[in-house]
């Protein structure tokens, strides 16, 4: 047993020093604690001739649940919790992204278990006995052992547990000890929430909101209220696709050159940010259509598509819009069967309406997309029947592997083969299928009643295989691991529109919904929906929270990006201008107290929503 505590404690110091860079003495106790009570309740409950199976068992799970973590963590840069095995079943959706990410050195977490099992026959071929007497007096340690330390690793539960910043909850909890205070932290809030009383939680809400000054002088007529009112709307949602290829050329070559006329000629939002949680893609999808926070804990879809979400296909669907949504993949990934129901579409076109053209790994390219959604909406446009549609692209996904005869963009040698490089090969490849929709709306006569959303549901680029060092040099921009990756695109499309116009207002995927329901002349507050989220084109101020990629606590406002330590105190901040360190960041105090309370809220609210009929 203490050979194997040993080898549990050589593994956790592996997977601190991958995940965190250094090691803390607390946490390594923490985790000392954590691992011999566990071998020691295999010790109590455990026959002795299936024992050293068990040991050998527990190291093997172990290895694979720190294996997979440091996996996880190095694309989401979060530690998973135990909500995380519910998404297991995706795995095999996304092999080529979840291989990409694997570096050899990982598999060191199983160097040790050759060598154990050889120890193991060894000692099942000399055999060992132990007396009555001998074992009873083991028993009096074992349990003594045990007691000790679940009286130590409690006291680290319970002293961490009100962290909100879950790298570092994690960091000194341990691997055990943060899966316990997370189930404790989730008991408790779904606890609370049960309790509660969703009016009262409005209530709080609309007080909340009320006093933090969003606009200069409140009261005033919304600016384009109604700009686009009856007409159809389709939203697009852009895969992995970040903010900084706009307006961007290599070699002379422009990298968006669909999306930078829609932006000269649209509202264009450049400072807008990921906010997503556990579910990723289908997170982006729930916020912009409800304007709620993901819990962080699960991904909204599996968690909450039982309820009856607060939504723009709800709210249009009184003014008589029918709402559908596009996905070449699988309608059970991220569990959408459940999702789009629960958003109240009304239709939903996945893999079977698509050709497989082979595009990657998820089949269908986002031309074949477009293709089949354009006939569809045709349909509904010929019956003057208005539309609410959603498109989800997949072609940029990652690893971003694009056919060769599918783009036309040449790179510098330096950036061929590299993430980099494919990267931009995606983007090109997206932003030219992009514009076939445009082209056949067009030809369908659709161009002209439509308004046009496109956005990036989250960062592409990975940290570890395009630094920001290589993205700045290779580009010739100012590129940072935080601002520039978490930067996403928004442009908002409206027909007739006379001229483009650059949107400076920094936002969220929040912020989508409420700034679409403006332009449709749709107020959520007389629909009955509580946006978190705000229009942009109506507000000069805006704070608004992240979460799962950044640590709870992180937040934007019109000037910084936080991030928390342990709190608010020993955090750090960036200025969203010139992306450098922010060294007082005092006075923002109370906006951080602003949003921990604004994201309790959204979690208590979306727990309180109702549970729809299946």
């Not at 680290?156 to 994690?170: C, F, H, K, M």
């Not at 497989?356 to 019956?383: M, T």
């Not at 602003?594 to 549970?611: A, E, F, H, N, T």
Request: with cysteine.
């Amino acid at each position: 047993m203490i050979a194997i505590w040993l080898l549990l404690l050589v593994k956790s110091v592996l997977f601190r020093l991958f995940l965190f860079g250094e090691l803390k003495w607390n946490g390594l106790l923490a985790d000392a604690a954590a691992w011999l009570g566990l071998l020691l309740i295999v010790e109590l409950v455990t026959a002795a001739r299936w024992r050293g199976i068990a040991y050998w068992a527990v190291n093997l799970v172990v290895s694979v649940l720190l294996f997979a973590s440091t996996v996880y963590f190095s694309y989401y840069g979060s530690v998973p919790t135990y909500t995380a095995l519910k998404a297991l079943d995706q795995v095999n959706q996304i092999q080529d992204s979840v291989e990409s990410l694997i570096k050899s050195i990982y598999y060191i977490y199983f160097l040790d278990l050759a060598i154990l099992a050889i120890l193991y026959i060894v000692r099942l071929i000399r055999g060992t006995r132990v007396s009555g007497r001998k074992r009873i007096g083991q028993l009096r340690l074992v349990i003594g052992g045990l007691l000790v330390c679940i009286v130590v690793s409690g006291s680290l539960v319970y002293a961490g547990s009100d962290i909100p910043n879950e790298l570092e909850q994690a960091e000194g909890l341990g691997f055990i000890g943060y899966q316990a205070a997370a189930a404790w932290n989730n008991q408790s809030e779904k606890a609370i929430a049960s309790s509660g009383d969703i009016e009262q939680t409005k209530a709080d809400i609309n007080e909340l909101m009320s006093s933090y000054s969003y606009q200069d002088q409140p009261g005033q007529p919304a600016v384009q209220f109604g700009t686009a009112q009856g007409k159809n709307v389709i939203v697009v949602q852009m895969e992995a696709f970040q903010n900084f290829p706009l307006h961007l050329s290599v070699g002379r070559v422009e990298l968006t050159p669909v999306l930078n006329k829609l932006a000269d000629e649209s509202y264009y939002f450049p400072h807008i940010y990921q906010q997503i949680g556990q579910g990723n893609t289908s997170d982006a999808e729930f916020m912009s259509n409800t304007s709620i926070y993901p819990t962080g804990e699960i991904a909204m879809s599996t968690g909450y598509g039982n309820r009856e979400l607060p939504s723009m296909p709800r709210m249009l669907e009184s003014k008589g819009y029918e709402a559908s949504t596009f996905h070449v993949n699988d309608v059970t990934f991220w569990d959408r069967n459940k999702l789009y129901p629960a958003l109240g579409f009304n239709h939903y076109y996945d893999k079977p309406f698509y050709t497989n053209d082979h595009f990657n790994a998820f089949g269908a390219s986002d031309e074949e997309l477009y293709k089949v959604a354009v006939d569809k909406l045709q349909a509904l446009h010929e019956q003057k029947k208005p539309f609410y549609a959603q498109m989800v692209t997949v072609s940029s996904h990652f690893p971003f592997e694009v056919p060769k005869d599918r783009t036309d963009l040449t790179l510098p040698a330096s950036m061929e083969g590299t993430q980099l490089g494919n990267y931009l090969q995606a983007v090109h490849y997206t932003d030219y299928a992009l514009g076939t929709l445009i082209d056949r709306l067009k030809a369908n006569g659709m161009w002209d009643d439509t308004v046009l959303v496109a956005y990036g549901d989250h960062f592409g680029l990975q940290p570890e295989k395009a630094s920001a060092a290589e993205i700045s040099q290779q580009l010739g921009i100012h590129y940072d691991d935080r601002l520039s990756r978490f930067n996403i695109p928004l442009i908002i499309h409206v027909p007739g529109q006379s001229g483009g116009h650059v949107v400076e207002q920094p936002g969220g995927q929040l912020d989508i919904m409420p700034t679409l329901a403006n332009l449709l002349g749709v107020k959520p507050a007389d629909e009955g929906v509580v946006p978190f989220g705000h229009d942009l084109l109506n507000i000069n101020h805006n704070v608004f929270g992240m979460r799962y990629y950044l640590p709870t606590g992180s937040f934007f406002n019109n000037d910084i990006l936080f991030v928390p330590g342990k709190g608010f105190d020993d955090g750090t901040a960036y200025s969203l201008k010139t992306m450098e360190p922010v060294r007082d960041f005092s006075k923002y105090k109370s906006d951080y107290d602003y949003i921990m309370k604004l994201m309790g809220l959204s979690d208590q609210y979306v727990r309180q929503l109702p549970k729809r009929t299946p």
